[in-house]
């Protein structure tokens, strides 16, 4: 997979941020344009966060169409259902222009 610079992406369309519950509270990134995978990265370094909050206020220069989470967990198991072969995916509201002005709750 290609690697690309989170600066990079704020001149660029990106169709679906994906990202990726590796562990509690850490969240990697890739990014789809043009029906390409991209792994983000951050300097020379993979792109990583500790919170949604935090990656919602980095990319927030970057024109995003769809933003998913993916998070494996064990819901599934722990309520006695078959397992799925496919992770747990939440699709995350983008923020506005306007609700970046609006004070936080």
């Keep these: 997979m290609q690697a690309i610079r989170l600066s990079s992406l704020q ?28 792994k983000v990265n ?5 792109y990583q966060s500790q919170s949604i909050d ?3 206020t980095d990319f ?3 024109e995003i169409v ?6 494996d967990g064990a819901y599934d198991e722990m309520i ?3 397992l799925e072969n496919q992770p747990n995916a939440l699709h995350i509201k983008q923020r506005t222009s ?3 002005k609006l004070p936080s709750s």
């Design 11 to 38: 001149s660029l369309k990106v169709d679906e941020l994906v990202v990726h519950s590796t562990r509690q509270n850490l969240y990697t990134v890739r990014a789809v344009i043009d029906n390409q995978y991209f």
């Design 42 to 46: 951050q300097g020379a370094k993979a």
């Design 54 to 56: 935090q990656i919602l």
């Design 60 to 62: 927030a220069q970057v």
């Design 66 to 71: 769809k933003i998913t989470l993916i998070q």
């Design 80 to 82: 006695g259902q078959p």
């Design 98 to 100: 306007i609700d970046k």
